[in-house]
Structures are given as C-alpha cells and as structure tokens.
C-alpha cells in the first residue's frame, strides 16, 4: 500500500481509540491486513528490477509529504493543540515499511530485521496492475474521510 494509505488508517484508529495500548496495536495489525489486499505501491517493481530504488526513493517521499499534509488536514488544522496521538497512530501504521526500508533501498538487511522483514514479506499481495492496486486505497482514503 502507499503511505497515505498505512498512515491514515493509523491516524483514524488512533482518533477512535486513543489510548496507546489499543490504537498500537490496531495500527501494526491494520498495516499487514492492508498489505494482505492486492495493491501497488512505489516500491512495486523493485525485486524485479522494473523500478530503480532511487525512482522508488523519491516516489516515496512524495508518498510520505502527501501523507503528512493529509493527516494535517484532516486531523490537526484548526486545532490549537498537537494531537500526538493521531501522529503517532501514524507513525505506526508505516512501521513494518520503515523496518524494511534498508533493505529495500540500501540492500542491507540486519539480521535482527530478517525475521521481522519476513513476516511482513507473507502479507504482501503487490500487483503491477495500477488501477487494481490504487482502487482499494481510494476506497480506504474515501471511507476515512467521510468517517474521520
């Protein structure tokens, strides 16, 4: 999934229930549910070589300025007072994506990330069809807007 997508699900979950120790959670679990639907992402193309890691890089952090410009708007404008808890809800929802970016983008992979990298591995349905891919996401962008 893109960004936009992990990170607003994060901020939602955390603005529904915001005690830690429930949107936490929530928010790790929803990244690999998201990821277990068939989408595309920036990195889509990179273990076979049809994408370049540095376009990916900085396909990626469009992904991420749009992300934060987001949960800004939706969640933070007019409010005279940081919602830590609608940031760090999505801070959470990229943190499988923030482990494996040194892989992805370095090729380097600590060991102690291995087991976690490939966890997130069994959940990831990519797929090089766009419109497939980023329709899921529209629709999750759409529902939390209309929901938030």
């Given amino acids: 999934m893109l960004s936009i997508s992990h990170t607003l699900t994060g901020a939602f979950i955390a603005s529904k229930l915001p005690h830690p120790a429930l949107y936490i959670p929530l928010t790790l679990a929803s990244h690999y549910f998201e990821d277990w639907v068939p989408h595309w992402d920036v990195g889509t193309g990179l273990s076979n070589g049809k994408r370049k890691r540095k376009t990916a890089f900085l396909l990626e952090i469009v992904d991420l300025a749009i992300s934060l410009a987001a949960i800004y708007y939706f969640w933070q404008s007019g409010q005279n007072e940081i919602q830590y808890h609608i940031w760090i809800g999505a801070f959470v929802g990229l943190v499988p994506d923030f482990l494996e970016a040194p892989r992805n983008f370095l090729k380097w992979e600590p060991w102690f990330l291995k087991p976690l990298n490939n966890f997130h591995h069994l959940f ?14 529209f629709i999750t962008v759409g529902l939390i807007w209309l929901l938030k």
């Fill in 124 to 137: 990831h349905n990519s797929t090089t069809n766009m419109v497939l891919g980023l329709t899921p996401q």
